[in-house]
């Protein structure tokens, strides 16, 4: 290559003009369409869903003891047996469930409908309210191609997981704050409640922010949820979930392994993208482990703080510093929970809209959609968490829209 056309990529590359709208809307159809096709057909070529090695069906078998003995889902030969039964295959792998009895508020409905129009109607209903939440966010006329065909997230739906929803949640709440619409986005924000480790850094923005009463509708939202999920499902199941958090967390913490089974299978250190998985899979222990997970929830937090508390701060720099240092901070993240950097593309293009396009940033997101591509060749060849770079990216990138 000559120096000439060195210069003109690097000028491209630095400029990311080449990436407009019309592109970014067509690459996102193209991509999101043959990504979608390959995981669905992987799945049925390996007999994945006939045989139910689908995460849906931990959700499912929790519907169906929710619908006769609601505490008896946080026992795990009860919630295996029952997967097995809902499956018709007594050598299924067990899926745990770690989500507290609010989440049964959705399963149980589900699982009194027939397994495959549970598993359909699950991934329907979360592809929609995401979608929505997206034309929240990036306003009318903006295409949401793109962060709808995040190959993070369409995985994640494929084998029925909710980090479509989590990210829907996250979407909604941060576009009603941007709209002043406060006691829509607590109560969006306190519905995360189903998976309450992903809430972690919700009250530090907020109180940060000052936004009153956006926290108090959080907290009612919360307190409501607590009690409807009491009241249909008995305050036994709430012990019982407690119990075994606790004892799925010491598990999970005390070892370079992410949720071991009954069956021996577990979910190696690699899968995680956090920074606590990172150093598990360098080969720190424990401890060192747990001390490198501290200090980046440290300082992601510091960072939100700051960015959140600075009034001169837009909305999209709030939402971005927040859904990276959600993914900074939370120990136990997996691949399909990076559906919240499809999140962070879109505000970041929210902000770009309004203030112009940063240096690298169009590349920044071509870089994105690559690495989560082929994050999971990556994790298997270098046993590397790439797609934590991706969220030290999205900060960096976060903290420079803010000092706009």
């Known amino acids: 290559m000559t120096p000439g056309v060195l210069a003109r990529v690097h000028a491209q590359a630095r400029s990311g003009a080449w990436l407009d709208g019309t592109r970014a809307r067509e690459y996102g159809i193209v991509l999101g369409t043959l990504y ?21 069906t931990s959700f499912y078998a929790a519907g169906r003891l929710a619908l006769s003995d609601p505490a008896s889902v ?31 508020l959705l399963c149980a409905p589900l699982a009194a409908l027939p397994y495959p129009l549970a598993y359909a109607t699950w991934a329907a209903l979360q592809l929609a309210v995401y979608a929505l939440a997206l034309r929240k966010v990036v306003g009318p006329g903006a295409t ?43 109560a969006l924000f306190g519905l995360l ?13 907020l109180l940060a922010g000052r936004y009153w009463q956006a926290i108090a509708a959080a907290a009612t939202t919360v307190a409501g949820l607590v009690l409807v999920s009491s009241l249909i499902f008995g305050v036994p199941a709430w012990f019982a979930y407690l119990d075994s958090f606790l004892r799925a967390s010491a598990g999970v913490y005390g070892a370079t392994q992410a949720g071991g089974t009954p069956t021996g299978s577990s ?15 360098f080969g720190f222990g424990r401890s060192a482990a747990l001390a490198v997970q501290a200090a980046a929830t440290l300082a992601a ?24 240092g959600t993914m900074l901070s ?19 293009a929210v902000e770009a809209r309004r203030t112009g396009w940063l240096a690298w940033e169009k590349s920044f997101f071509l870089v994105a959609f690559v690495v989560s591509l082929v994050a999971g060749l990556m994790r298997d060849l270098v046993h590397a968490p790439a797609l934590l770079a991706v969220s030290l990216g999205l900060m960096a990138l976060a903290w420079r829209r803010a000092a706009l």
């Open 301 to 324: 937090t510091g960072a939100v703080t700051v960015i959140w508390h600075r009034h001169a701060s837009g909305p999209g720099a709030k939402a971005m510093a927040l859904l990276a």
């Open 36 to 56: 979608f096709a390959a995981c669905l057909g992987l799945m049925l070529w390996s007999g994945a869903a006939e045989l139910g090695r689908l995460d849906f």
């Open 330 to 348: 939370v120990p136990v993240i997996l691949y399909y929970d990076a559906q919240l950097v499809a999140v962070c593309l879109a505000w970041a």
């Open 267 to 281: 979910v190696l250190a690699w899968w995680l993208i956090s920074p606590y998985g990172a150093a598990l899979s």
């Open 74 to 104: 946080y026992d795990v030969v009860t919630h295996h047996a029952m997967q097995k039964e809902v499956t018709g295959n007594p050598s299924v792998a067990y899926s745990y469930f770690f989500y507290p009895p609010v989440l049964l």
């Open 144 to 186: 949401i191609a793109p962060y709808l065909a995040f190959p993070a997230g369409l995985l994640g739906l494929v084998i029925g997981q909710n980090a479509m929803f989590t990210a829907a949640l996250f979407a909604g709440a941060t576009a009603a704050l941007a709209a002043r619409r406060e006691i829509l986005a607590g």
């Open 193 to 205: 409640c189903y998976k309450p480790h992903f809430g972690l850094l919700v009250p530090v923005a």
